[in-house]
C-alpha cells in the first residue's frame, strides 16, 4: 500500500519502509548514492539515527548505509504500508 | 623452465576480506608506497607458485569504478592501463547484491576474471546454498570459494589464476542497457572506432558507457583523440543523468535476476551487527561508549608507550655520551651527538607511538567499529565543516601531532583528510606542556591550572575556525558528502593489524626519518657555527639569526632570545625551554631560569601569556611538518600548514600580548 508520493529520505521514522522513487540532484554524491544501490524500485527501510539524531542508517539490499539527512533529501521514495 | 611473471590485480567492496586474502597468498614478501600523483596507499606482493612467479597488486577497495573517489579513479585506471594479466574480485557471500555491482562493471572491462566468494564459511552457515557452477555459467567467469580467515582456499584461488592465465577466454559478458541506451552506444562505439589508437587501448562498449554516464575521467581518456569533438557533439546533446540512473538500475536488475538462479541467500532481517548496534550506537549509550573507547585508546597509544620512548631517549643519550667522550674531534663528535644522533633520537622517539596507534586503528576498523565511531561523531564534526572520522586524528594530537597526522588516512575523502591534516596541529601536543608548565608556573603561580587550560581550549577553538575557514574558501563549492557502509561486526585479525602496524611504521621511517634528521642536522649547524662559539648561544649563527628576525617578533614584546628559543622550537616544542636555559646561562636548572626570566624586564606575564598563545599554534616540529607533507603527498600544503600557523599564531599573541598589556598591569 502507498502513502504518499513527495517524501524524501530524511522524513522517515525508524523502523518505516519505503520504496525509492528517483534520486534527484547532480554530481557525485548522486552518483554514490546509485552505485550503492539507491536505484529506483529498492525497497529500504530505516534502522537507525546516530545518537546526535543525525546521520540516519538505512538497511537495503542486504547491508546497512549511512546518509546524513543532506544527502537523505537527494532520495524520492513512497512510504511502504505492511 | 622459464619462469613467467603474472600480474594479479586484486579488487573488491570495502570491508569484503581483500586484505586478509592478500596477506593470506603474500605473506610478508610486501612492499607498501603510494600510487603516483595520489596519496592512496599501493600495496604489492609476491608470489612463487607451481613455478610461476605472481605479482599481486592490491587494489584500493571501492563499490564501483566510477570516477567519485581517487580510490575508484587509482583501480580503474590500474585495470584498463596496465592491463593486469588476472584480476580477481573478493566477494564478500554474505552479501553479494551489493558485491555483484562492481562485478558487472568489471565484466565490462575485457579482463580475465576470477571472482573468489570469500566468508563463504559464514554464508553457508547462514544456510545459503550457491550452485557455484550455474554462477560460473550466467557470469561468464571462474569462481572460487574461500575463506581466507582460514586461508582455506586460497591454493585453489592460486591455481585457478594460474589456469587463466595461460587460457585466452577474457570476460566480455554483455549486460543489457535497453534499446535506447543500446542505440547510442553502438553510435559512440562506431565513433571510437574511427581512431584505431585508442580502440587498441581502451575497449570500445567500456569506453561508450563511461561517456554515457557523464564520467569526466573517461571523456579526458579523449583529450589527445581526433574523434573528441565528435563525441563531445554527440554527448551534449543526450541526458546523461538520467541514463546514468537508467545503467545503475539496469545493473542492479540484471543482478537481482540472476540471484535466484545461482541458490539461495538468506538474508536475514536483523542480523547479529543489528543487535549489537542497538547498544553501540543507542541514543544514551552510543557516546559514553565511543568516549570510554577512545579513552583508551588515547592511553595506551601515550601512557603506554612512555616506558618505550623513554628508554629509546636513554639508548640515545647514551650513545650520544659515548660519542662526546671517545671522539677528540670536538666539532665531529658535537655533529655526531648533537645533529645525527640526536635527528635519529628525534626520528625513533615517534616510533612506539606510532606503532601501537596504527595496531588500535586497524582493529578498530577491522572490527567494524571505526565506521560507528564516524557514524556517532559527524553531526558534531560536520557542524565544523569536517566529519565524524575526523575525531580521532583531532583527539590523538593532544598526544603527539605525528601520529595524529598519519591516522587522518582513515578518512577516505581527500579534502576532509586535508581540511583535518590541517587542523590537528593546533591540538595541544605533549610536547608543549613543559613551555606551559615553566611560564605559567613562573608567572601566574595559583592560576597556571586555568591557564593551561585555556590554551587548550584556544588551540580547540582556533582547530575549529580553520576548519570552517578552509571548508568555506580552499575547498569551496565541494561539500563532502557522508554515503557510508556500516559493515558487519568482525572478530579482528591481530595478525592484519600487526601487518598495518608494521606496514605504516616502516613507511614512516623510511619517507619521514630522513627528513627530521635532516632538519635537526641542518639546526646543529647554524647552533655550532662559527667555530667556537658556545652551542645556541647568540654569538652562534642560529642567535645571528635569531638577531635578524626580531623585529618580525618585537611588536609581540618578544625579543631575540626568545626569537632564538622559538627557532629552536621547530626541532620539538620542548626544546623552547632548554634554549632559554642556554640563552639565560641557567643551563638545565628550571628553578633558577624561572627566578632569572621574573627578573628580566622583557618578560612581563603578558609577554610570558602571548609566548605561551605563539608556541601553541606557530609551526608544528619538525618531526610533524615531515609527516605533514607525506601524508598530503605535496610541498604546497606542507608550506601552506607552516606559514598558516604561523600567521595565526602572530596575530593571536599579538591580540594576547596587548590585552594582556591592559590587564596584569
Not at chain 2, 571505526?370 to 566529519?387: E, P, V, Y
Not at chain 2, 583527539?395 to 590537528?424: H, Q, S
Not at chain 2, 596541529?425 to 597556571?448: D, E, H, K, N
Not at chain 2, 626580531?550 to 632548554?578: M, R, Y
Amino acid at each position: 500500500m502507498t502513502e504518499s508520493t513527495d517524501n524524501t529520505l530524511n522524513m522517515l521514522e525508524i523502523g518505516q519502509r519505503a520504496r525509492i522513487i528517483q534520486v534527484k540532484g547532480k554530481g557525485s554524491s548522486r552518483k554514490r548514492l546509485l552505485d550503492m544501490g539507491m536505484v529506483p524500485g529498492a525497497v529500504l527501510s530505516v534502522s537507525k539515527k546516530a545518537p546526535l539524531g543525525d546521520p540516519l542508517d538505512f538497511k537495503l539490499k542486504g547491508y546497512n548505509l549511512s546518509l546524513r539527512k543532506e544527502e537523505a533529501k537527494m532520495v524520492f521514495v513512497e512510504v511502504l504500508r505492511d | 623452465m622459464a619462469k613467467d611473471k603474472i600480474r594479479v590485480a586484486l579488487t573488491g567492496n570495502p570491508n569484503v576480506g581483500k586484505t586478509t586474502v592478500f596477506n593470506a597468498i603474500t605473506g610478508a614478501k610486501q612492499k607498501v608506497g603510494n600510487w603516483p600523483g595520489v596519496t592512496v596507499e599501493k600495496k604489492i606482493g609476491i608470489k612463487e607458485y607451481a613455478g610461476h612467479s605472481l605479482e599481486i597488486v592490491d587494489l584500493p577497495g571501492t563499490y564501483s569504478l566510477t570516477a567519485y573517489s581517487a580510490d575508484e579513479i587509482v583501480a580503474r585506471d590500474y585495470i584498463i592501463e596496465e592491463k593486469p594479466g588476472i584480476v580477481v574480485q573478493i566477494l564478500d557471500s554474505m552479501n553479494l547484491e551489493r558485491n555483484l555491482y562492481l562485478s558487472t562493471q568489471l565484466m565490462e572491462m575485457d579482463t580475465k576474471l576470477i571472482f573468489a566468494l570469500n566468508m563463504s564459511d559464514l554464508a553457508e552457515k547462514r544456510g545459503d546454498k550457491i550452485d557455484l557452477s550455474m554462477f560460473e555459467k550466467l557470469l561468464g567467469v571462474t569462481l572460487v570459494r574461500t575463506t581466507a580467515s582460514e586461508g582455506e582456499g586460497i591454493n585453489s584461488l592460486l591455481d585457478a589464476i594460474i589456469s587463466k592465465a595461460s587460457s585466452d577466454m577474457s570476460s566480455s559478458h554483455k549486460i543489457g542497457y535497453g534499446e535506447e541506451i543500446e542505440d547510442r552506444i553502438s553510435i559512440l562505439e562506431k565513433i571510437i572506432s574511427e581512431d584505431k589508437a585508442l580502440v587498441s587501448k581502451y575497449p570500445s562498449r567500456w569506453l561508450s558507457i563511461k561517456l554515457l554516464e557523464g564520467d569526466e575521467n573517461a571523456f579526458s581518456k579523449l583529450s589527445s583523440s581526433s574523434i573528441q569533438p565528435v563525441v563531445e557533439r554527440f554527448l551534449s546533446g543526450l541526458d546523461l543523468e538520467e541514463y546514468e540512473a537508467e545503467m545503475a538500475d539496469k545493473r542492479y536488475e540484471f543482478i537481482s535476476k540472476i540471484l535466484p538462479q545461482v541458490g539461495n541467500t538468506c538474508v536475514e532481517d536483523v542480523s547479529a551487527s543489528d543487535m549489537i548496534d542497538k547498544v553501540i550506537t543507542n541514543r544514551y549509550l552510543g557516546i559514553p561508549i565511543f568516549l570510554s573507547l577512545m579513552w583508551g585508546m588515547f592511553e595506551l597509544t601515550f601512557t603506554f608507550a612512555t616506558p618505550f620512548m623513554e628508554l629509546i631517549d636513554m639508548f640515545f643519550a647514551f650513545l650520544a655520551e659515548v660519542i662526546a667522550t671517545n671522539l677528540e674531534t670536538a666539532w665531529l663528535a658535537s655533529l655526531l651527538g648533537d645533529g645525527i644522533v640526536a635527528g635519529a633520537g628525534a626520528v625513533m622517539s615517534f616510533v612506539p607511538n606510532i606503532f601501537i596507534l596504527f595496531f588500535l586503528l586497524a582493529l578498530l576498523e577491522d572490527s567494524g567499529y571505526l565506521a560507528r565511531a564516524a557514524f556517532i561523531m559527524d553531526r558534531l564534526m560536520h557542524s565544523m565543516g569536517i566529519q565524524g572520522k575526523s575525531f580521532i586524528p583531532m583527539l590523538m594530537g593532544f598526544g603527539c601531532t605525528v601520529p595524529a597526522v598519519m591516522a587522518t588516512r582513515t578518512l577516505e575523502d581527500e579534502k576532509d583528510r586535508l581540511i583535518t591534516m590541517l587542523v590537528t596541529p593546533f591540538m595541544s601536543c605533549g610536547a608543549r606542556i613543559p613551555v606551559y608548565v615553566l611560564l605559567a608556573g613562573t608567572f601566574f603561580g595559583r592560576q597556571a591550572g586555568s591557564i593551561i587550560f585555556g590554551l587548550y581550549v584556544l588551540g580547540i577553538i582556533v582547530a575549529i575556525l580553520s576548519a570552517r575557514l578552509f571548508r568555506t574558501f580552499i575547498f569551496k563549492g565541494t561539500p563532502s558528502s557522508f554515503i557510508m557502509e556500516l559493515p558487519p561486526y568482525h572478530r579482528p585479525s591481530p595478525g592484519n593489524s600487526i601487518k598495518y602496524m608494521w606496514n605504516q611504521g616502516s613507511l614512516y621511517l623510511k619517507r619521514v626519518g630522513s627528513v627530521i634528521v635532516g632538519g635537526v642536522v641542518a639546526i646543529w649547524l647554524l647552533a655550532y657555527f662559527p667555530q667556537g662559539v658556545e652551542y645556541g648561544s647568540a654569538e652562534s649563527y642560529i642567535g645571528s639569526l635569531g638577531k635578524l628576525i626580531e623585529p618580525l617578533v618585537s611588536p609581540l614584546g618578544f625579543d631575540w632570545k626568545i626569537a632564538i628559543s622559538l627557532i629552536f622550537g621547530f626541532v620539538a616544542k620542548e626544546v623552547v625551554i632548554g634554549s632559554l636555559g642556554t640563552l639565560y646561562g641557567t643551563g638545565a636548572d628550571e628553578g633558577m631560569l624561572s627566578s632569572v626570566l621574573l627578573a628580566d624586564p622583557v618578560f612581563t606575564p603578558a609577554v610570558a601569556l602571548g609566548l605561551m598563545v605563539f608556541t601553541l599554534l606557530y609551526v608544528p616540529c619538525i618531526g610533524a611538518v615531515a609527516v605533514i607533507k607525506k601524508e598530503s603527498g605535496s610541498w604546497k600544503w606542507m608550506l601552506f600548514s607552516a606559514s598558516y600557523s604561523t600567521a595565526v599564531a602572530w596575530i593571536l599573541s599579538f591580540v594576547t600580548v596587548k590585552i594582556g598589556n591592559i590587564i596584569f598591569v
